[in-house]
């Protein structure tokens, strides 16, 4: 049987267990769900084990997180590549209830999608990786029966490459345990490729891959001047006015060109290829249809030089995020305040890094403060950002096994978002392949998340083809 009929004969079995899955609500957010969090990845252990993986277990990181499941499954060739797949069977908090057309732990199927909380982001895409490995069995001739139960039974040979799955409990909520889990764990999930399954693609018909996100440094300044307000008839104009220096300042972190001002901000930017860039303005983009999802903006604005797909996902940005100070009470009050406060946050490209930028912003600040006022710079927790290269063996073959399940060009895109990748491919020091087929319209975070069951078994198809594409990669 191929991959592809060995995914559709199974194909009930397996929304009928991911169903199973949905309807316990592992919210890591809310600590009266803990007991679901660790029963989701108590099913997972099973039911992966039931698939045939010889290895299921559930681990608790260390600091008292919420379980991760660890599962492998080894080549029969010792020197097969070893490939760690990472998503999450955490979910987000459900709120506002009474928007969801069902409720949100009771899946039901419409029209081709399986609405449920968890069915997009990501126990649906997690789950399609146990089909995927067992239609790639299948496909080799390796399992007994058409039916998943019978592989162990059988004794059904292994996949093509060693696989492991690490699925985290913790991810909606911060990731907090997850990089000491990955520390201490380091040997049993050392790697060649890591292969991430918690984004999305461009359209159902325009399947792509993800290729990095960018990272996040949020940062406070306070500028302190008179120890309190001070008349301005008695003394404006005579002494430096806090709110003044910091419009300055935060005036001054672009410059006419639209480029951030901090030294040696540009000197770790990774530029996009021309490869890059060409296949980023084939996607399908429509600017104004763009413009209307970001809250209805009058008009595209950014760094010059660059598209606007560019400007979000391949360059770095300071955003000011709030300013405030003085009198902003109703009616006026002539003073020259004390004290003016902003928070800036700064996203980050391949290969900043935050300490570099932090460290730059407080020369700048350092810089721009005027004599008699006093600077305070708070660095906010950082994520660093990652990227994975168009060129690299591992990304290509993730792309030959996304095109030969989709049977078309795939593309490919960028996401901001603010998962633990970077955490995933610094301490296990491999590269990242981003292989997902979730799509904006999943409503993912949102009430009424669903996702499309025909892109799930596509996923499956891909999982499968996957393996095979990385066996036979040059990835040492
Ligand atoms: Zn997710």
Known sequence: MDVRGYVESNAREFIDDLKQWLTIPSISADP????????????LAGHLRSAGFPVAEVWDPPGGGLPAVFAEWPAADPAAPVVLVYGH?????????????????????RDGRLLGRGASDDKGQVLFHSLGVRASIAARGGLGGSSPRASTASGATAPPVSLKLIVEGEEESGSEHFAALLRRERDRLACDVIVITD????????????????????????????????????FGGGVPNPLHAMASLLAGLHDEAGRVTLPRFYDRVLPL????????????????????????????????????????????????????GGHTGPGSKTIIP??????????????????????????????????????????????????SPITSPAVLAGRRAMQRAFGREVLFTKEGGSGPE???????????????????????????????????????????????????????
């Open 273 to 324: 290829s021309d490869e890059e860039r060409d296949l980023l303005a084939r996607l399908p983009f429509d600017e104004k249809h763009w413009l209307a999802e970001a809250g209805e903006s009058g008009a595209a604005h950014g760094e010059q030089g660059f598209s606007t797909l560019e400007r979000i996902w391949a360059r770095p940005t300071a955003e000011v995020n709030g300013m405030w």
């Open 32 to 43: 009266a769900r803990h007991g679901d969090v660790r029963h989701s990845a108590a099913w």
């Open 89 to 109: 069977h955490d979910v987000q908090p459900v709120e506002p209830l009474e928007e969801w057309h069902s409720p949100p732990f009771e899946p039901a199927e």
């Open 338 to 387: 004390r004290a003016a406060h902003a928070k800036i946050s700064f996203r980050l490209v391949a290969d900043q890094d935050p300490a570099d930028v932090a460290a730059a912003f407080r020369e700048y600040v350092a810089a721009r403060t005027p004599d008699g006022l006093t600077a305070a710079v708070s660095i906010q927790p950082a994520v660093r950002p990652c990227h």
């Open 199 to 234: 984004t999305t693609m461009w359209a159902a018909d325009v399947p792509s891959m993800c290729t990095g996100m960018r990272g996040l440094l949020p940062v406070e300044v306070t500028l302190t001047g008179p120890v309190r307000d001070l008349h301005s008839g008695s």
């Open 422 to 476: 970077a955490d995933l491919a610094e301490i296990l020091a491999a590269p990242l392949v981003f292989v997902a087929v979730g799509l904006d319209a999943d409503q993912i975070h949102a009430p009424n998340e669903s996702v499309d069951l025909s892109l799930l078994l596509r996923g499956a198809e891909a999982s499968a083809y996957l393996w095979d594409e990385l066996a036979a990669a040059d990835l040492r």
